[in-house]
């Protein structure tokens, strides 16, 4: 891994969730902050949020002018905001706020000359919720891009713009493909999948660890990554007390397998992640809930 240059860092997004965690995260590892959001200050999330390493700036990334004035003085970003799934406005919304936020942040960050853009893509571009199956397990990076939404096409819209804005500006840009993110407290909802294969079929039974998900853009802004390139970031494991294996044989029997498939071994592989950001996974729901002998059907 390269030297991690600590400064000043934009996070966008960061009343939410993994905005929220990604901020206390770079705090702690010694970076200065600039959170940005277009809520007010976020006094009711985790402190502290009033210290002398961190500025808070209601923002507009819809705005471009707002988006640089933001972005000026940093080092580098990492961009989480947008509309953070399908569903939660008219599918045209979702698609064109996404698509000018995203635009308005990398052209920004190209304007500025920042040292490196990371940024929150999401697993749906890999072809979520599944009604169609995989090709293969356990997916990597290159099964891409499949979006059956406009918020995951609006993810992959964001791809390809990295990739040409990196090429012109010559910043490295980093897509972080999440999983579905899980702050600490839901672990304990974690049994009521369990009995019933279905329920979290449709990202093959993965999931990321909020803790996690900021250690990745830590790492991501640390590492000597050049270009655009793009990473899964899931945890190390499944959801469920069922060998991977198995879960493919009751839900998709005949996608094919690039490998054998290991124990609970997550079916979005990181091993990308692992080799070129060293990221490894902290957390896992069987460190804090009870895993049953019982085989779900």
Same mark, same amino acid.
């Given at each position: 891994?390269?030297?991690?240059?600590?400064?000043?860092?934009?996070?966008?997004?960061?009343?939410?969730?993994?905005?929220?965690?990604?901020?206390?995260?770079?705090?702690?590892?010694?970076?200065?902050?600039?959170?940005?959001?277009?809520?007010?200050?976020?006094?009711?999330?985790?402190? !502290?949020?009033?210290?002398? @390493? +961190? $500025?808070?700036l209601r923002t507009d990334l819809e705005? &471009?002018? #707002?988006?640089? /004035? %933001?972005?000026?003085?940093?080092?580098?970003?990492?961009?989480v905001a947008n509309v953070p799934a399908?569903?939660?406005?008219?599918?045209?919304?979702?698609?064109?706020?996404?698509?000018?936020?995203?635009?308005?942040?990398?052209?920004?960050?190209?304007?500025?000359?920042?040292?490196?853009?990371?940024?929150?893509?999401?697993?749906?571009?890999?072809?979520?919720?599944?009604?169609?199956?995989?090709?293969?397990?356990?997916?990597?990076?290159?099964?891409?891009?499949?979006?059956?939404?406009?918020?995951?096409?609006?993810?992959?819209?964001?791809?390809?713009?990295?990739?040409?804005?990196?090429?012109?500006?010559?910043?490295?840009?980093?897509?972080?493909?999440?999983?579905?993110?899980?702050?600490?407290?839901?672990?304990?909802?974690? !049994?009521?999948?369990?009995? @019933? +294969? $279905?329920?979290?079929?449709?990202?093959?039974?993965? &999931?990321? #660890?909020?803790? /996690? %998900?900021?250690?990745?853009?830590?790492?991501?802004?640390?590492?000597?990554?050049?270009?655009?390139?793009?990473?899964?970031?899931?945890?190390?494991?499944?959801?469920?007390?069922?060998?991977?294996?198995?879960?493919?044989?009751?839900?998709?029997?005949?996608?094919?397998?690039?490998?054998?498939?290991?124990?609970?071994?997550?079916?979005?592989?990181?091993?990308?992640?692992?080799?070129?950001?060293?990221?490894?996974?902290?957390?896992?729901?069987?460190?804090?809930?009870?895993?049953?002998?019982?085989?779900?059907?």
């Amino acid at each position: 891994m390269g030297s991690t240059g600590r400064g000043t860092v934009c996070v966008t997004g960061a009343a939410g969730k993994v905005g929220a965690f990604t901020v206390h995260h770079l705090l702690d590892h010694g970076y200065r902050v600039v959170a940005v959001d277009n809520v007010p200050h976020p006094a009711s999330l985790p402190a !502290p949020w009033t210290r002398p @390493d +961190l $500025a808070y700036l209601r923002t507009d990334l819809e705005d &471009y002018g #707002d988006t640089v /004035d %933001a972005l000026g003085g940093v080092d580098s970003v990492v961009h989480v905001a947008n509309v953070p799934a399908p569903g939660l406005v008219p599918p045209a919304r979702t698609l064109n706020r996404n698509n000018l936020m995203n635009s308005n942040v990398f052209l920004a960050a190209a304007q500025l000359a920042l040292r490196k853009v990371v940024w929150a893509s999401s697993e749906t571009t890999l072809g979520l919720d599944f009604d169609v199956p995989p090709k293969y397990v356990p997916l990597d990076e290159d099964h891409y891009p499949y979006p059956t939404t406009t918020y995951s096409l609006s993810k992959v819209v964001a791809e390809t713009m990295a990739g040409h804005i990196s090429g012109w500006s010559g910043i490295p840009f980093l897509a972080l493909r999440f999983s579905n993110v899980i702050l600490p407290g839901a672990y304990a909802e974690f !049994p009521s999948y369990w009995d @019933d +294969l $279905a329920v979290r079929r449709f990202n093959l039974w993965s &999931y990321i #660890d909020v803790r /996690d %998900a900021a250690l990745a853009c830590r790492l991501a802004l640390e590492s000597d990554v050049t270009g655009a390139r793009s990473y899964i970031i899931a945890n190390a494991d499944s959801v469920m007390p069922v060998p991977s294996g198995d879960l493919m044989d009751r839900a998709f029997p005949g996608v094919p397998r690039t490998r054998p498939i290991e124990g609970f071994e997550t079916l979005m592989t990181i091993e990308r992640a692992r080799t070129e950001l060293g990221f490894e996974p902290q957390h896992s729901w069987r460190d804090e809930v009870a895993s049953p002998g019982a085989q779900p059907g």
